[in-house]
């Protein structure tokens, strides 16, 4: 998934979450609190693996819940400590919706989703380098997958309308 995507769906999964539980819809640090967590993953694998080659994909240490589930049980209590518990669920699931929104494909086309049990679980290494952004844009560009990214972005959107538009001035 691409980073619309990713920030739409986790936005889209926080806001619910907010919902599930009663709560008034978001401000605007919670907003970007969660956008950003829903492209931490990325922001960690794709340089240690593609430009740094330290990891042997862009989808293994920081997409992991192995290591996920953890980090984000303890920014929670970290944030909760600081009287800030809701940005450590912000963070949380914004962050563990990008490996699972990921592994989607998995389901319904030959896919790998060993990442989400890293390093238990091997994962292939790239071949050769490491695949280039327009390779990637250009044999995406045809896939319902990737063109559902864009549907998700504009449900988003309006949710994000519906709940007042938070992070900008009234």
Same mark, same amino acid.
């Given at each position: 998934?691409?980073?619309?995507?990713?920030?739409?769906?986790?936005?889209?999964?926080?806001?619910?979450?907010?919902?599930?539980?009663?709560?008034?819809?978001?401000?605007?640090?919670?907003?970007?609190?969660?956008?950003?967590?829903?492209?931490?993953?990325?922001?960690?694998?794709?340089?240690?693996?593609?430009?740094?080659?330290?990891?042997?994909?862009?989808?293994?240490?920081?997409? %992991?819940?192995? !290591? @996920?589930?953890?980090?984000? /049980?303890?920014?929670?209590? #970290?944030?909760?400590?600081? *009287?800030?518990? =809701?940005?450590?669920?912000?963070?949380?699931?914004?962050?563990?919706?990008?490996?699972?929104?990921?592994?989607?494909?998995?389901?319904?086309?030959?896919?790998?989703?060993?990442?989400?049990?890293?390093?238990?679980?091997?994962?292939?290494?790239?071949?050769?380098?490491?695949?280039?952004?327009?390779?990637?844009?250009?044999?995406?560009?045809?896939?319902?997958?990737?063109? %559902?990214?864009? !549907? @998700?972005?504009?449900?988003? /959107?309006?949710?994000?309308? #519906?709940?007042?538009?938070? *992070?900008?001035? =009234?």
């Amino acid at each position: 998934m691409w980073p619309i995507g990713h920030v739409a769906v986790a936005y889209l999964a926080y806001a619910g979450t907010r919902r599930a539980r009663s709560l008034q819809p978001l401000h605007g640090t919670l907003v970007l609190t969660v956008c950003f967590a829903g492209l931490v993953p990325d922001l960690i694998d794709k340089p240690l693996s593609w430009q740094a080659g330290l990891l042997p994909t862009g989808r293994s240490l920081a997409h %992991s819940l192995l !290591v @996920l589930v953890p980090v984000c /049980l303890l920014g929670y209590l #970290l944030a909760r400590r600081r *009287g800030r518990g =809701e940005f450590g669920v912000a963070f949380a699931v914004g962050t563990i919706s990008h490996p699972l929104v990921d592994a989607l494909p998995s389901l319904w086309r030959a896919g790998d989703a060993s990442f989400l049990l890293w390093p238990y679980l091997s994962v292939e290494p790239y071949e050769g380098s490491s695949p280039e952004v327009i390779e990637l844009l250009t044999s995406a560009a045809a896939e319902p997958y990737f063109l %559902s990214e864009f !549907v @998700l972005f504009a449900l988003a /959107l309006g949710i994000w309308r #519906l709940d007042g538009s938070p *992070g900008l001035p =009234e």
